[in-house]
């Protein structure tokens, strides 16, 4: 970032940003809302949405790709990178998208998808026809794995990479007798960023929608851009986190990331946040530490393996709420002063955060709730997920025949049909964790179809929509969306919910999550019930409780904090401010 860097503004000795006191909204446009009536959303639903965002107060809208694109990934498959998708509209309406989101003071940051394209891509056509194009080394073309006779027709992938989307992340190809590389779908094939004109071109789409106007992009798998060397065998016993651990962090990725920076995003008064599977907080800071000129923030996956075997995705695994805690922890420390800390729970490839990390029967409410006051109360940027702020749970779909990820059914298919797995288990498991979850359409309110489409939505609306939608949600004060809203004008009053520092208090107790967040301007502290029983939290340690005010509550004004020990109710979380020091 380049802007004000003259007269930087420090609080608690970290360099003021407006994007570091920023609520993110992801809009996944597929799902958001539909204007004409195809089943699908698009850019002038969302243009009909922007009161609502406005009303909620969020800063900035990053919008899950609107290019033009086959749609084998939903969009993070493009075909071209200066198009917008003709199901979602036109170029004029993303300029129009531009203008009203102006005037509401909302930016726009777009998903940079550039560790591959689609195969559609005019340059992975050209790629494709012959081995000297001028595009093929565009893409990363190996030859096949000679048997060990030597037999050439026995031919075998390059190596024993596998793709995300399941099988060899290799796709043979007999025109040219070459596989090439795609880390996702077989329809996603990845770009040689060591090809400096793939790197300029990349450049050179980036100050394309720059240009525009807009505030910057999220980066798609930022990661896995840089290769390992000599595209060896990999031994995936090495990397316990699993795939993403064995592709991320390539040798030459920030050399890469500080060429982005130089040649394109400094000159811009704009942010970036990369998706960041396979970075530890021990290796964050080489990406968002800010003398580094790389990145601005991560998404990082911490939170969201914590409750799936690292060997097998599809496996739940238990975790007690103090390994919750620590990873909140661990990442504030290595990125909290040191670069910047993006603070989110799900997006469009995770279940709804109520039915994972909360609840979604009885305590759905309060659930939902606590967990938007764990997200404004910690430092770093939140990104909230669209639906997320009323409420919107997990859906059921029973037959492999609903889901229309890519993943859930390359998944379905090596595993039942061609391993012969039962398929009983693997349905349950991506009811749990699968991408159709946040993808199912936006609850607007009671009319048919949830309110997101006046034809025939292209994704099942999940039938609770009756009672959990937004009308019902802007119209009753003591809602999931209220609470939304209140939360993000307290941390806009209160710098220090953004710039403070944290504390863990009371680390073992696995039921409340509590912590302290001071500055020089103030200091307050958060309690959050993550147990579906009322649960206690002693307050021993902390001197200045006398005069604490309770800033909001998901329970309503009581709460005084008068004795040492505080009971909570079941969820139920509460934010004081406990010293002003201004
Ligand atoms: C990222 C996106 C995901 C997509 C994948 C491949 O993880 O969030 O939706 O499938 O990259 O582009």
Same mark, same amino acid.
């Given at each position: 970032? !380049?802007?004000?860097?003259?007269? =930087?503004?420090?609080? !608690?000795?970290?360099?003021?940003?407006?994007?570091?006191?920023?609520?993110?909204?992801?809009?996944?446009?597929?799902?958001?809302?539909?204007?004409?009536?195809?089943?699908?959303?698009?850019?002038?639903?969302?243009?009909? $949405?922007?009161?609502?965002?406005?009303?909620?107060?969020?800063?900035?809208?990053?919008?899950?790709?609107?290019?033009?694109?086959?749609?084998?990934?939903?969009?993070?498959?493009?075909?071209?990178?200066?198009?917008?998708?003709?199901?979602?509209?036109?170029?004029?309406?993303?300029?129009?998208?531009?203008?009203?989101?102006?005037?509401?003071?909302?930016?726009?940051?777009?998903?940079?998808?550039?560790?591959?394209?689609?195969?559609?891509?005019?340059?992975?056509?050209?790629?494709?026809?012959?081995?000297?194009?001028?595009?093929?080394?565009?893409?990363?073309?190996?030859?096949?794995?000679?048997?060990?006779?030597?037999?050439?027709?026995?031919?075998?992938?390059?190596?024993?990479?596998?793709?995300?989307?399941?099988?060899?992340?290799?796709?043979?190809?007999?025109?040219?007798?070459?596989?090439?590389?795609?880390?996702?779908?077989?329809?996603?094939?990845?770009?040689?960023?060591? !090809?400096?004109?793939?790197?300029?071109?990349?450049?050179?789409?980036?100050?394309?929608?720059? +240009?525009?106007?807009?505030?910057?992009?999220?980066?798609?798998?930022?990661?896995?851009?840089?290769?390992?060397?000599?595209?060896?065998?990999?031994?995936?016993?090495?990397?316990?986190?699993?795939?993403?651990?064995?592709?991320?962090?390539?040798?030459?990725?920030?050399?890469?990331?500080?060429?982005?920076?130089? =040649?394109?995003?400094?000159?811009?008064?704009?942010?970036?946040?990369?998706?960041?599977?396979?970075?530890?907080?021990?290796?964050?800071?080489?990406?968002? +530490?800010?003398?580094?000129?790389?990145?601005?923030?991560?998404?990082?996956?911490?939170?969201?393996?914590?409750?799936?075997?690292? $060997?097998?995705?599809?496996? $739940?695994?238990?975790?007690?709420?103090?390994?919750?805690?620590?990873?909140?922890?661990?990442?504030?420390?290595?990125?909290?002063? $040191?670069?910047?800390?993006?603070?989110?729970?799900?997006?469009?490839?995770?279940?709804?955060?109520?039915?994972?990390?909360?609840?979604?029967?009885?305590?759905?409410?309060?659930?939902?709730?606590?967990?938007?006051?764990?997200?404004?109360?910690?430092?770093?940027?939140?990104?909230?997920?669209?639906?997320?702020?009323?409420?919107?749970?997990?859906?059921?779909?029973?037959?492999?025949?609903?889901?229309?990820?890519?993943?859930?059914?390359?998944?379905? =298919?090596?595993?039942?049909?061609?391993?012969?797995?039962?398929?009983?288990?693997?349905?349950?498991?991506?009811?749990?964790?699968?991408?159709?979850?946040?993808?199912?359409?936006? =609850?607007?309110?009671?009319?048919?179809?949830?309110?997101?489409?006046?034809?025939?939505?292209?994704?099942?609306?999940?039938?609770?929509?009756?009672?959990?939608?937004?009308?019902?949600?802007?119209?009753?004060?003591?809602?999931?969306?209220?609470?939304?809203?209140?939360?993000?004008?307290?941390?806009?009053?209160?710098?220090?919910?953004?710039?403070?520092?944290?504390?863990?208090?009371?680390?073992?107790?696995?039921?409340?999550?509590?912590?302290?967040?001071?500055?020089?301007?103030?200091?307050?502290?958060?309690?959050?019930?993550?147990?579906?029983?009322?649960?206690?939290?002693?307050?021993?340690?902390?001197?200045?409780?006398?005069?604490?005010?309770?800033?909001?509550?998901?329970?309503?004004?009581?709460?005084?904090?008068?004795?040492?020990?505080?009971?909570?109710?079941?969820?139920?979380?509460?934010?004081?401010?406990?010293? +002003?020091?201004?």
């Amino acid at each position: 970032m !380049n802007p004000s860097s003259g007269d =930087q503004k420090t609080i !608690n000795g970290i360099n003021t940003a407006w994007w570091k006191e920023a609520v993110i909204y992801q809009i996944y446009p597929r799902s958001f809302c539909d204007s004409d009536g195809d089943g699908v959303g698009d850019l002038q639903g969302i243009i009909s $949405k922007l009161d609502y965002l406005a009303e909620l107060g969020v800063d900035v809208i990053w919008l899950s790709p609107v290019y033009q694109s086959p749609n084998d990934d939903n969009g993070y498959d493009i075909s071209d990178y200066y198009q917008i998708m003709e199901e979602f509209g036109s170029m004029a309406d993303f300029d129009t998208l531009m203008q009203e989101s102006k005037r509401r003071d909302i930016k726009i940051i777009m998903d940079l998808v550039v560790n591959h394209t689609s195969d559609e891509h005019h340059w992975f056509q050209e790629a494709q026809k012959s081995k000297d194009n001028l595009y093929r080394d565009y893409y990363i073309w190996k030859a096949p794995r000679q048997s060990t006779q030597g037999d050439s027709s026995a031919s075998q992938p390059p190596n024993n990479w596998e793709s995300i989307f399941s099988g060899s992340a290799w796709e043979y190809h007999s025109n040219t007798n070459e596989y090439y590389l795609h880390l996702f779908s077989k329809k996603q094939p990845d770009l040689n960023w060591e !090809n400096k004109a793939v790197r300029e071109e990349v450049y050179k789409l980036m100050r394309f929608w720059l +240009d525009k106007g807009i505030g910057g992009f999220r980066m798609d798998v930022i990661p896995f851009m840089s290769k390992r060397e000599g595209f060896a065998d990999i031994d995936y016993e090495n990397f316990p986190d699993g795939l993403a651990e064995a592709y991320a962090n390539g040798p030459k990725i920030h050399e890469y990331l500080q060429e982005m920076r130089e =040649q394109v995003m400094q000159h811009y008064p704009a942010f970036s946040v990369g998706e960041g599977p396979g970075i530890s907080p021990e290796v964050a800071p080489l990406y968002v +530490d800010e003398k580094r000129k790389e990145l601005d923030m991560i998404f990082h996956f911490d939170h969201l393996q914590l409750d799936r075997e690292n $060997k097998d995705l599809w496996q $739940k695994k238990d975790y007690r709420l103090q390994e919750f805690k620590e990873i909140f922890e661990r990442w504030d420390e290595s990125v909290g002063r $040191k670069g910047w800390g993006a603070i989110y729970l799900g997006n469009h490839d995770t279940a709804r955060i109520v039915s994972r990390f909360g609840q979604d029967g009885e305590h759905r409410e309060a659930s939902a709730k606590t967990l938007a006051t764990l997200m404004f109360t910690q430092r770093g940027t939140v990104g909230i997920y669209q639906g997320d702020e009323i409420g919107m749970t997990n859906v059921q779909l029973d037959d492999i025949s609903e889901f229309l990820d890519i993943q859930a059914i390359n998944l379905y =298919q090596e595993r039942v049909v061609e391993n012969g797995e039962d398929s009983a288990p693997l349905l349950a498991a991506l009811n749990r964790f699968g991408r159709d979850n946040a993808r199912s359409p936006f =609850q607007w309110d009671q009319s048919e179809h949830s309110g997101f489409t006046s034809g025939t939505p292209w994704q099942t609306v999940n039938p609770n929509y009756i009672s959990i939608n937004a009308q019902d949600n802007v119209d009753s004060p003591n809602s999931i969306f209220h609470h939304y809203k209140q939360l993000i004008t307290l941390r806009r009053a209160h710098s220090t919910l953004v710039y403070g520092d944290c504390q863990i208090l009371d680390r073992e107790n696995d039921n409340v999550y509590a912590y302290l967040r001071e500055d020089e301007r103030g200091k307050y502290l958060i309690l959050l019930n993550f147990s579906e029983h009322s649960s206690e939290f002693t307050h021993k340690t902390i001197a200045d409780t006398e005069n604490a005010q309770l800033l909001i509550g998901t329970h309503g004004n009581e709460g005084e904090l008068s004795s040492n020990t505080v009971r909570l109710a079941a969820y139920e979380s509460r934010v004081y401010l406990l010293a +002003d020091k201004q």
